[in-house]
């Protein structure tokens, strides 16, 4: 994976370069001259340099559908657990209906609230009685 990276900053740094020396065929730089072997030179350079934009530009595509394919499958990997934690709400809800469903359950639902809280009051007056004696 570092070796991937290492090799996507490469190069991103040589893509600048990529459409370098582009100016001379917009010039015309590749039109028929008088030296015949001085124009298939420049011709074979322009293929060469051609060939390895092609080649540069082939990596680069190929790191772009590895990188899809890593983000699609994450993706995948986010929606099932989704999925599957939606079910596990869905579930607790459902038990939460059923509870307070019947009235008997929500008589005892209640009872226990007010045991909780009776509870809470209790613990902090005993706290405040200990505070202000201490």
Do not use: W
Not at 51 to 72: M, P
């Amino acid at each position: 994976m570092v070796r991937d990276m290492n090799y996507r900053r490469e190069n991103r740094a040589s893509r600048s370069s990529l459409f370098d020396g582009l100016d001379g065929l917009e010039e015309g730089r590749l039109r028929a001259s008088s030296s015949y072997p001085h124009e298939e030179r420049d011709n074979d350079e322009a293929l060469e340099n051609l060939q390895d934009r092609v080649s540069f530009l082939k990596r680069v595509t190929g790191d772009i559908h590895e990188e899809v394919e890593s983000h699609n499958r994450l993706l995948d990997k986010v929606g099932n657990k989704m999925d599957s934690a939606r079910g596990v709400m869905s579930g607790t809800i459902n038990r939460f209906k059923l509870v307070f469903e019947k009235k008997s359950n929500r008589k005892s639902c209640k009872l226990i609230a007010y045991f909780v809280l009776l509870f809470l009051i209790m613990y902090y007056l005993i706290r405040l009685l200990n505070y202000i004696k201490g």
